[in-house]
């Protein structure tokens, strides 16, 4: 009885594409056979999930996507407020994962006794080719069909046919069960003639389960979402932060290495550690003004596997000085640069950020979530317009009362009575000239089922209300800039 792995996600892989395991095993052509595959909290005995896999008709191996279980445990990380770095518990999730199989079982036993422990009534059938570590699954109660195909003379009879188990028992060495068959014997005698060797079966058909009979541990999914031309080349190696330094790892984001930003934009990047080498790391930022600042990212007592970290001109707020003077975006600051570093080391690409100075009508900036799984945001200059509607709900009341021996009604009474009103707002907000890459890039916002909306400086909960856009690009237009439509996702409270 084996199980072997035939094929299996990356150990760190995006939750949001196909997360597959191909399992085979030496007993795929038993009858009823099916594949039992357990899903687990990493370390611990919780199970998230179970299936059960029938074999594929073509080679007989098991196939299980368990991407849509996986992504359930998933959401995101979002907080405001944060400026250094914090581990990004709710943008992954580690997991076991062990197979096992189940299929109708034939218990074979090879000999019987008579009165074995209970009296002098009951047949004793030991299943002594099993081992008490298998484990024979019958119990008390348990319908069982008894077929034997060895022995019987005239010193005997015959237990083929429907029986009840009396008793399951577990020895150290073998395995029996008593069931209800009524023989008059001595106790504890063989009966003569044997061995009367034979198979035992539950009388349903049912399946024996073995469970975990192969395990994969240590794996971990995040909250990406590769698109389909580029899920097949997906390497996590590619990703990896690793103190012992190969080669030069991405930042869990589809962000263009060069952007443009405002002094007042925030951006927040998910960096994802080696499992096998998750040493401490920094981030290190370059301005235009040669000033060089630094801050940690995570050190190596860090747990989590996937670390969110604050990196936008309004927010990177690096605190160490390697040279220069502090402020990362100053006033006369045209780009900076940042990249994350091992002993001075760089082990990660490096992204610029170019400071967009261009004068703003308006002060509007969406954040949203990008596929990857880090936020991103868009700055709106231009002239945005603001448009509400109004629904009102009402009903006609009855109007006056008695006065004066009669009906009568005061001027200021109503009749048609306002009992709900719902008050929506929609912003049309347009962006400056942006990049070729932005433009591509700018369609993840469109896209993106958590985008927030900058006002003042706090951040609302916003949906982007187009359903179709153009990728614009600039071999067909030299300037491109977007307009898009928002509504708040809360709707103001009226007094009524």
């Known amino acids: 009885m084996a199980i072997t792995l035939s094929g299996s996600p990356q150990i760190i892989a995006p939750a949001y594409n196909p997360t597959v395991y191909f399992v085979d095993s030496d007993n795929k052509t038993e009858p009823s056979f099916r594949y039992v595959v357990d899903v687990y909290e990493a370390g611990t005995t919780n199970k998230i999930g179970e299936y059960r896999v029938a074999p594929r008709p073509s080679d007989g191996l098991g196939y299980v996507d368990i991407s849509k279980l996986i992504d359930s445990t998933l959401t995101y990380d979002f907080n405001p407020t944060l400026t250094t770095y914090d581990i990004a518990s709710n943008s992954f999730y580690d997991y076991d994962i062990k197979f096992g199989e189940e299929y109708s079982t034939a218990w074979l036993y090879d000999d019987f006794e008579v009165g074995g422990g209970t009296g002098t009534t009951y047949c004793n059938v030991k299943l002594t080719t099993l081992t008490a570590a298998t484990g024979h699954n019958f119990s008390t109660g348990d319908q069982v069909v008894v077929t034997q195909v060895s022995g019987g003379t005239a010193l005997n009879k015959s237990i083929n046919g429907l029986h009840t188990v009396v008793l399951g028992l577990t020895g150290s ?21 044997g061995p009367f060797g034979g198979s035992i079966v539950f009388a349903d058909n049912r399946n024996t389960v073995y469970r975990d009979l192969l395990a994969v541990t240590g794996q971990t999914a995040f909250n990406g979402a590769l698109p389909f031309n580029t899920f097949n080349a997906y390497d996590y190696s590619n990703y990896g932060l690793a103190s012992i330094i190969s080669t030069i790892k991405c930042a869990l984001t589809d962000m263009p290495t060069v952007f443009g930003a405002t002094p007042d934009q925030d951006i927040w990047f998910n960096y994802m550690k080696d499992p096998a080498d998750a040493g401490l790391q920094t981030i290190v930022f370059t301005n235009s003004n040669g000033d060089v600042l630094s801050k940690d990212m995570w ?60 004068c703003k009508i308006e002060d509007y900036e969406i954040l949203f979530l990008d596929r990857m799984g880090s936020f991103v945001s868009y700055a709106f200059q231009l002239r945005a317009k603001e448009l509400g509607s109004i629904t009102k709900q009402t009903y006609n009341k009855q109007l006056g009362d008695l006065v004066v021996d009669e009906w009568g009604y005061d001027t200021s009474d109503a009749g048609k009575t306002v009992y709900d009103v719902n008050v929506t707002k929609k912003l049309t907000l347009n962006t400056d000239w942006m990049t070729d890459d932005m433009s591509v890039y700018f369609e993840q916002l469109l896209t993106s089922p958590v985008t927030y909306v900058k006002i003042d400086g706090s951040y609302y909960s916003c949906q982007i209300l187009e359903s179709s856009f153009e990728t614009a690009r600039q071999k067909n237009k030299n300037l491109i800039r977007k307009t898009i439509t928002i509504q708040l996702s809360n709707d103001n409270i009226i007094n009524i």
């Open 173 to 193: 060495t073998d395995q029996y069960i008593i069931i209800d068959d009524l023989w008059v014997c001595g106790g504890g005698a063989v009966v003569s003639g």
């Open 299 to 358: 050190t190596a007592a860090t747990g989590g596997t996937v670390n969110q970290t604050s990196v936008g001109p309004n927010n990177a707020n690096p605190t160490t000085v390697i040279s220069g003077t502090t402020t990362l975006v100053k006033s006369d600051t045209t780009w900076y640069e940042f990249q994350t570093e091992r002993f001075s080391i760089p082990t990660s690409k490096t992204y610029r950020i170019n400071i967009d100075n261009r």
